[in-house]
């Protein structure tokens, strides 16, 4: 029996159980997975597939430092991947890439020679008024490809890039890691072409019998742009990935079906264009 099939039989059994488990059913898009070289030895590419396929997620965004990992995994399973382009390469990375050399050529080099669907994963630690024409350059060059930019930041820089350009679409990393939710409500209700993924707030949304009261009213009433995510940034993530999706199932688990079904993978198949069913599950091509 293939795994695909395994996994759709486990499901079913889970499903039947009841309330508590009904959407263990639902496909996951993780949002936010990187393949940095660190884990290209512990985990070569049919390793993240196969926690993939443990773990019910049929597709994952994924962006890497350097953008080789996430060729090298694209090419492998690409039916499983939606790459998307971070700018760090060589010694530029999360605290110095708007400094490196021929950014602006790299990124365009990189979008035109692979089909990345999105820029980032990038950090705007604080805000640089020098760095303002490379960002608005960034910025373009997403609108113009039709695909977001993944934007690790506070809720400042993300106003600024919408002051920049006010068409554009941003996936907010963590939610805007660091910031509260009355923070994320307010940014996330000032600017309509704002998604978020929930990569790393998995512990603060799973509350004791049921979800943080806050986070709860901000997954149902931006339901059409919360997604999951797991944030493999290290190899610990990697090690721990099984209950990284398993914490974010307990809190789908929780919402109506309708809003999970969103959460779990809806939004990102309107927001890449995509197909994402458990008939990829044990799939790469």
Not at 97 to 115: H, N, V
Not at 180 to 189: D, K, P, Q, Y
Not at 240 to 262: C, F, G, Q, W
Request: some cysteine.
């Amino acid at each position: 029996m293939k795994f695909g099939r395994v996994w759709q039989s486990i499901v079913l059994a889970l499903f039947l159980c009841g309330p508590a488990a009904a959407h263990e059913d639902l496909p996951l898009f993780d949002a936010h997975v990187h393949y940095k070289e660190p884990a290209w030895g512990p985990y070569p590419p049919s390793s993240i597939i196969e926690l993939f396929d443990r773990t019910g997620v049929a597709m994952a965004l994924v962006s890497s430092t350097p953008d080789e990992g996430t060729i090298t995994l694209w090419e492998y399973a690409p039916a499983r991947v939606v790459p998307e382009l971070r700018p760090y390469h060589r010694v530029w990375g999360s605290r110095n890439w708007t400094r490196a050399p021929g950014i602006l050529d790299y990124i365009e080099q990189r979008l035109d020679r692979y089909p990345h669907k999105g820029i980032g994963e990038f950090h705007v630690h604080f805000l640089d008024d020098d760095d303002t024409p490379l960002l608005d350059a960034v910025a373009r060059m997403a609108l113009a490809r039709d695909i977001p930019i993944h934007l690790h930041s506070g809720a400042k820089p993300v106003a600024r890039f919408f002051e920049l350009q006010p068409d554009l679409t941003i996936i907010w990393a963590h939610s805007g890691l660091g910031e509260s939710t009355g923070t994320i409500r307010a940014t996330l209700e000032r600017f309509p072409n704002l998604y978020a993924d929930t990569s790393l707030r998995e512990w603060e949304i799973n509350g004791g019998n049921d979800i943080e009261p806050e986070w709860k009213e901000i997954l149902i009433r931006f339901q059409d742009r919360m997604m999951v995510g797991s944030d493999t940034w290290v190899n610990g993530q990697w090690d721990s990935y099984e209950t990284i999706m398993a914490d974010h199932r307990r809190y789908l688990n929780l919402l109506p079906r309708d809003v999970a079904e969103k959460i779990a993978y809806r939004n990102a198949e309107k927001l890449f264009g995509i197909k994402v069913t458990m008939d990829l599950i044990g799939k790469r091509k």
